[in-house]
């Protein structure tokens, strides 16, 4: 119950499958996350809601499918650049997760749509020296995260939830999902997605919240 599911849409292609194989052989993107148990299903100093929460910096972008644009960036072989019809004819995946925000709101059984970072990640190849991405939205926000939490296998460019387009309130047209780590990870508005050398501060990280943000950790804020 714990566990993700994710269930691929469209009928994976054959250079998905043996990039990700090689992937496997060289333990790529592995994170050393252990299976949790049920009981710890909800991480420390978490409470539940039933409601969807919004919280944003108050700026709400009018981003539609007609002006909407994501730019891949940095350290990548196949720079792109998407508009929606493009980004729509991508592989889509469903998957159901919880969401954990740093404000101690934690909400269970979402079910987001979209494009699985690791199917992007296959199409895009990143770098050797690439270890890091920088999110960018369109109301200005910004936020870092590691290539293997970027890569974890639940993680989405998601363009639904519940079997609905996401609202613009929580991001829509795009925004990412990265189930494993505090929700102000999870970039709204999504319009850039950058391949960094080396990891570097956001918007909140560069205001005292933690660089990686492990609910289970409790990494809330930075240590100095
Ligand atoms: N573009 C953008 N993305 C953002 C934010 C933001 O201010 N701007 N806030 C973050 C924070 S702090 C949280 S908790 C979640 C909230 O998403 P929700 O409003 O859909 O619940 O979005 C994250 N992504
Ligand atoms: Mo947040």
Not at 22 to 50: I, N, S
Not at 64 to 87: C, I, K, M, Q, Y
Not at 175 to 187: C, E, M, T
């Amino acid at each position: 119950m714990s566990e993700p599911t994710r269930e691929t849409v469209l009928p994976p292609d054959t250079k998905l499958t043996t990039t990700k194989q090689r992937w496997a052989e060289e333990g790529r993107f592995l994170t050393g996350r252990v299976a949790r148990a049920d009981t710890e299903r909800l991480p420390p100093g978490q409470h539940l809601v039933k409601d969807w929460p919004v919280l944003d910096l108050g700026l709400t972008p009018q981003v539609t499918p007609t002006n909407f644009r994501l730019d891949v960036t940095g350290a990548v072989e196949n720079r792109l650049s998407l508009g929606w019809d493009d980004f729509r004819a991508l592989p889509q995946s469903r998957n159901v997760s919880d969401i954990h925000c740093v404000t101690t709101w934690s909400r269970y059984d979402n079910t987001f749509e979209g494009v699985a970072t690791r199917d992007l990640l296959d199409i895009i190849r990143p770098a050797p020296h690439a270890a890091a991405v920088m999110l960018h939205s369109s109301d200005g926000y910004t936020t870092n995260l590691l290539l293997e939490d970027f890569a974890a296998e639940d993680a989405l460019v998601a363009h639904s939830w519940e079997g609905a387009p996401l609202t613009r309130e929580h991001g829509g047209p795009v925004r990412l999902v990265v189930p494993h780590l505090y929700f102000w990870k999870s970039a709204k508005w999504l319009k850039g997605i950058e391949f960094i050398a080396r990891d570097t501060a956001g918007f909140w990280e560069a205001r005292g919240y933690h660089m990686r943000g492990d609910p289970w950790a409790e990494e809330r804020y930075s240590d100095d």
